[in-house]
């Protein structure tokens, strides 16, 4: 039998019998074994192709795919920067990347100490007195610390009371999200004209049912609140307590700390701030921090350094129990521990300037040319405002799909909300100043073209391999199937 022979005969059950010998024949008999409805009459109809051939058009698909690898990727509101491959390589070590979470705990104790170690860094970039790994990402870190936080009230008796949430309306877009799913009220505190936190509204809003205030800082507009303490002194007078979303915390890491702020109970991304990047949805991890007094309602189980021996605690009566199976991402935390080691405290304080450094540099070069949402000195970040294009008929989405013609991934628009027409953006501190001019030069020449030829910019893009959508039709009329011609 030769080699198109034998795959003839096994892409048919019941057939392939005949070729092995009789005492195999009973045992992969498909058709005595299966339904005769389910038994495959014809050949199966198998792609005609080499394994080379295979290959090609999968790779020639991925290449299509855009990533921090590939290019520029100025996506607001999340850092999403270059991912050193030492990281990588670290995380591929055979101790930490082929052990399992059901070892004894004696025969993993280099990743207990790794993680340990992670813990003891994070309180310190963070402030807080003490860090559990376990939240999987940004989101599920919100969702711990606010049910902690409600824990917390409970025990003091007051937990059916404290039922709201105070939520800036320049906070990270979870937020909200975050504390509808843990049972609580969310109150939106309006922003003042320079961007930050209006303290009179904040004043009015507290009261013995505020529960706690989540804040982005700086936050998405890329401004620091700079009145932090005051509306910490405000809503911890009320008995309520302070969340820290991390979200922008690569513009302030060796700088300030959340807990030099006021606040209580911190999530940090590390696949973000300490470069995973978790483009396409995962994996995360967003360890929770926490001041003393709330440490007895960390997640369980903890992982505790006892003399020479790390192992897992879990006595502890006042804990919210588990929030994510075994101990966190672990490969996530292992990328992180390896870029921060690596960074040291000069290298993230760096990490720090260069970010604010490169966002100033952008804006003040954009300026001339599209509105800008808040003309101060800005962190990490900066919202750029398309109303001066919306006026010649050419809004922020047309120009975000032009900017894919010149092979630039297009940054978040349309958020914040407070911006109208806004186009959030972000470069991080990885990419070089000839980067940052090649981007601007081309929002530059958009922003020409909606002038002067604005079809091209209402028709974009035009390099790519797909045709415009029509962002209406697509969400009215969703089409889940596939039908062949």
Same mark, same amino acid.
């Given at each position: 039998m030769d080699y198109n022979d034998l795959i003839f005969e096994i892409s048919q059950p019941g057939r392939i019998a005949s070729s092995l010998p009789e005492s195999d024949v009973a045992s992969i008999d498909l058709t005595a074994k299966f339904p005769a409805h389910l038994v495959r009459k014809a050949p199966a109809e198998l792609p005609e192709v080499s394994e080379p051939q295979l290959m090609r058009h999968y790779t020639a698909l991925s290449n299509k795919n855009f990533g921090v690898d590939n290019g520029f990727y100025p996506l607001g509101s999340c850092t999403m920067?270059?991912?050193?491959?030492?990281?990588?390589?670290? #995380?591929?070590?055979?101790?930490?990347? &082929? !052990?399992?979470?059901?070892?004894?705990?004696?025969?993993? %104790?280099? #990743?207990?100490?790794?993680? /340990?170690?992670?813990?003891?860094? +994070?309180?310190?970039?963070?402030g807080m007195?003490?860090?559990? +790994?376990?939240?999987?990402?940004?989101?599920?870190?919100?969702?711990?610390?606010? !049910?902690?936080?409600?824990?917390?009230?409970?025990?003091?008796?007051d937990g059916e009371t404290r039922t709201k949430i105070l939520v800036?309306?320049?906070?990270?877009?979870?937020? $909200?999200?975050?504390?509808?799913? #843990?049972?609580?009220?969310?109150?939106e505190i309006p922003s003042n004209k320079e961007?930050?936190?209006?303290?009179?509204?904040?004043?009015? %809003? =507290?009261? $013995?049912?505020? #529960?706690? +205030?989540?804040?982005?800082?700086?936050?998405?507009?890329?401004?620091?609140?700079?009145?932090?303490?005051?509306?910490?002194?405000?809503?911890?007078?009320?008995?309520?307590?302070? /969340?820290?979303?991390?979200?922008?915390?690569?513009?302030i890491m060796g700088k300030v700390t959340p807990g030099a702020m006021?606040?209580?109970?911190?999530?940090?991304?590390?696949?973000?701030?300490?470069?995973?990047?978790?483009?396409?949805?995962?994996?995360?991890?967003?360890?929770?921090?926490?001041?003393a007094f709330l440490e007895p309602y960390l997640p369980i189980p903890r992982i505790e350094r006892k003399g020479e021996q790390?192992?897992?605690?879990?006595?502890?009566?006042?804990?919210?129990?588990?929030? &994510?199976?075994?101990?966190?991402?672990?490969? =996530?935390?292992?990328?992180?521990?390896t870029y921060i080691r690596t960074m040291g405290p000069v290298g993230l304080r760096q990490v720090a300037e260069s970010a604010v450094l490169h966002a100033? /540099?952008?804006?003040?070069?954009?300026?001339? /040319?599209?509105?800008?949402?808040?003309?101060?000195?800005?962190?990490?970040?900066?919202?750029?405002?398309?109303?001066? %294009?919306?006026?010649?008929? =050419?809004?922020?989405?047309d120009m975000a799909k032009r900017l894919l013609d010149f092979g630039y991934y297009a940054p978040t628009v349309y958020f914040p909300l407070i911006v109208e027409e806004a186009m959030m953006i972000e470069p991080t501190e990885t990419e070089t100043k000839e980067t940052l001019d090649a981007f601007a030069d081309t929002l530059i020449q958009i922003a020409k073209e909606v002038e002067e030829t604005p079809e091209v910019v209402l028709e974009a893009p035009h390099q790519t391999f797909v045709k415009r959508m029509d962002e209406v039709q697509a969400a009215r009329k969703l089409i889940l199937t596939y039908k062949k011609e």
């Open positions: 920067k270059y991912n050193p491959k030492i990281n990588e390589d670290v #995380a591929r070590l055979a101790g930490f990347a &082929k !052990i399992h979470p059901f070892q004894p705990a004696e025969t993993v %104790q280099g #990743a207990f100490e790794l993680m /340990y170690e992670l813990q003891e860094d +994070l309180k310190v970039i963070s007195d003490a860090i559990s +790994l376990q939240p999987a990402a940004g989101a599920q870190g919100e969702w711990t610390g606010l !049910i902690m936080m409600k824990a917390f009230h409970q025990k003091n008796g800036p309306d320049s906070a990270h877009g979870t937020n $909200p999200s975050s504390a509808f799913i #843990a049972g609580f009220d969310v109150i961007g930050t936190v209006d303290l009179e509204e904040l004043k009015k %809003q =507290v009261g $013995p049912d505020t #529960a706690g +205030l989540m804040l982005t800082n700086p936050n998405t507009l890329g401004i620091f609140e700079k009145d932090i303490l005051a509306m910490s002194e405000i809503v911890h007078e009320a008995g309520g307590l302070l /969340y820290y979303d991390g979200a922008n915390l690569n513009a006021g606040f209580d109970i911190v999530h940090l991304n590390l696949h973000k701030s300490f470069s995973t990047p978790h483009g396409g949805g995962g994996p995360g991890s967003g360890p929770v921090g926490v001041k790390f192992g897992l605690a879990e006595n502890y009566p006042l804990s919210i129990g588990r929030v &994510k199976g075994y101990f966190g991402n672990f490969g =996530v935390n292992v990328r992180a521990y100033n /540099y952008l804006r003040k070069r954009l300026e001339p /040319y599209f509105d800008v949402s808040h003309k101060q000195f800005c962190k990490h970040e900066f919202v750029l405002s398309g109303l001066r %294009q919306k006026k010649l008929g =050419v809004r922020t989405m």
